[in-house]
């Protein structure tokens, strides 16, 4: 269906201390382009927290959407200048998660590319810190 790739997320978060966490996964995953959207599909490891659960992201325009199913459930949607609401949920609890994006910066093409979000986080009402992701696809 689609082409083996090497995807690359890295990911920080600043808290309102300004303290920095910073998290790099490197996996095998699929990438494809269909109805002029683009899909990359991977697994997620211990290291995310999120072991046994499955991420597509789906790239329209400047249009952005991360779901995940497995071991959590959750879809974030990142359109600048837009707040998104949506339910992340674990074999333990759920808490509404509400995206605040500032920047989305898409630049794939058929042989791979790279996506960079930086947003505001809040889960059940507390801000959760400054975030940035940058995904990187590259046929393998």
Known sequence: MG????VTVKGARR?????TE???LVSP???YFKNNTYYIIYKETALTGMENATTTIKAEGNSVTILRNGSVSMRQVFEK???HRSVYQTGFSS???VVKPWNIEVDLTELGGSIKLEYELELSG???GYNSL???VKEV
């Open 126 to 128: 507390a801000p959760v």
């Open 81 to 83: 200048g837009k707040l």
């Open 95 to 97: 808490m509404e998660m």
């Open 134 to 136: 940058e995904i990187v």
């Open 15 to 19: 808290d309102q201390d300004n303290e």
């Open 29 to 31: 995953g699929t990438y």
């Open 3 to 6: 082409k083996d790739v090497l």
């Open 22 to 24: 910073v998290i790099e």
